[in-house]
């Protein structure tokens, strides 16, 4: 069976991203004193007492505002009721019951769903009493947590596991590929992940910064596993002021770092930016296969010539990393968004590329007939061989006599030749030089 799926649900500021950080004992859901911080659902695979599950951490629940934002999270909640197999309606105790709450214990008794109350912030024994208002809600024996402090934790996660489902989940399929989905705020990076998926998984609004959070989605495409991270809109550094927007963009920092391909997007109706070169070279700074996805495409008027205009634009303003694939898609019409998978997959694969030594000496003797090292002062630059010694990214060697002798416009050459004779399509590559022992 399945792996079962754990879902946290309640009015806003209850602490659900709190409980949620508590419980998976790592902090992934951002944290905040502000209501309405955790906007999408997000996933983590925990385990306790020997039991893995899926836990999901839900946006606040406001049954009936008409405001924006709360409509979007009602409607990630009920997804996450659809979904869960378990059900953790959190409430406070130091606020007692609310409207709210009762609005939504009756939601909760209606859809059938298998839940445990939880009344948070029960910080010592003397809250305890409270714990008997809670009882009116309907829904059972109420379980009293800090999940700040971490007081009744142990108990009620074993109240958790006797709930769930039994029977083994069978093991996960290999992820082939760590796919995060950058851009600046509102180029359509939810968007793009709701189109692969086929469902709202994430909020998608026009108000930019919808997307606070990194979040992980794994899909499985043409036989094989990914896992998309759709992530906080990247913006400048001097425009992040708020608390919120300080953690979003050190997780999405952190999402570049375990990614394996980026893909960057950028919004057509507006080229390329500063911003947008700047979170490219990023990626590409830290070694990850990059694919630009140029979106809203269908927003512009095109004629035979517009794409070719859109790519000499981008490859003038990047130079050095004109070896990035550019593809204009959709992610409303859906127009090639499933091939920007594909050529992610292909980056990947030459993320991964290890050429054979023998093969890499053959192809540095032709390089150096046609264009031998410039001398080094009065030394004449001699490079004896070469090696690949990692991949993901690849790193070659380079052994020569004066490595203090290769300039930059060599080394560019030498990685052209490289790129010529063996790919490594999308992928940043490393050159290193080191001397040859005698």
Known sequence: MKKPIVAIVGRPNVGKSTLFNRIIRKRVAIVDDQPGVTRDRHYATTDWAGVDFDLLDTGGY??????IFEQAIRKQVNYALYEADLVIFLTDATTGITPLDIDIAEILQK???????????????H?????????????????????????????????????LPKGAAPKEQEVSLKLAILGR????????????L?????????????TRDSIDTRVHYQGRSLILIDTAGLRKRARVNENIEFFSTVRTGNAIER???????????????????????TAADLGKGVVIAVNKWDLIEKDSLTARRFEKDMQDKLRDLNFLPIMFISALTKQRIYKVLEVAFSVHEERMKRLVTADLNRWLQEAIEQHHP???????????????????????????NEPKGIKKNYRNYLENKLREQFGFFGVPIRLAFRRKNK
């Open 62 to 67: 406001v049954p009936s505002s008409n405001d």
């Open 198 to 210: 086929g469902q709202d998984k994430m909020i998608v609004t026009e108000i930019a910064g919808t």
């Open 259 to 281: 990614c394996d391909v980026a893909v960057v997007m950028i919004d057509a109706t507006e080229l390329m930016t500063d911003q947008d070169k700047t979170i490219i070279m």
């Open 374 to 400: 410039p001398a080094f002062g009065t030394k004449w630059v001699k490079i004896n061989y070469v090696t690949q010694t990692k991949i993901s990214p690849p790193l070659f060697i380079f052994f020569t």
């Open 111 to 125: 859809s059938g769903k298998k839940t445990l109350l939880v009344v948070n912030k029960v910080d010592n024994e």
């Open 185 to 196: 705020p509102n180029v359509g990076k939810s968007s793009f992940v709701n189109a692969v």
């Open 127 to 163: 809250r305890e009493d409270e714990l008997y208002d809670f009882f009116q809600l309907g829904l059972g024996d109420p379980l009293g947590v800090s999940a700040i402090g971490g007081r009744a934790v142990g108990d009620f996660l074993d109240r958790v596991v006797e709930l």
